[in-house]
């Protein structure tokens, strides 16, 4: 089992930023890819970011692309998105998950393990 807790959500005007960070215990964290979804009120949780497990190789969403950076310490079990020139409709719950075994994915099934979720609300 792989525990993931989130943290770093909150308020912010558009065009500012925040820096999300999800805590890992439990089993081996560079053994597995890491991902950031989230989900906004009446829609279907999505594909934000995600990085494989040296963090030499990343894979953004389109949407985010330019704007947010996902990174990870493995010493520290943590991994990050660093969310700049957010948006209105960047306003969610974000999730981060762990795989074992798919290295760029961006589906939600091929991940095994997820936290609990953060709240991000950017103001226009």
């Known amino acids: 089992q792989v525990q993931l807790v989130e943290s770093g959500g909150g308020l912010v005007q558009a065009g500012g930023s925040l820096r999300l960070s999800c805590a890992a215990s439990g089993r081996t964290f560079s053994n597995y890819v890491m991902g950031w979804f989230r989900q906004a009120p009446g829609k279907e949780r999505e594909f934000v970011a995600t990085?494989?497990?040296?963090?030499?190789?990343?894979y953004y969403a389109d949407s985010v692309k330019g704007r947010f950076t996902i990174s990870r310490d493995n010493a520290k079990n943590t991994v990050f998105l660093q969310m700049d020139s957010l948006k209105p409709e960047d306003t969610a719950v974000y999730y981060c998950a762990a795989n074992r075994y798919y290295p760029g994915s961006s589906y939600l099934r091929e991940y095994d393990y997820w936290g609990q979720g953060t709240q991000v609300t950017v103001s226009s």
């Open positions: 990085i494989n497990r040296s963090g030499g190789s990343t």
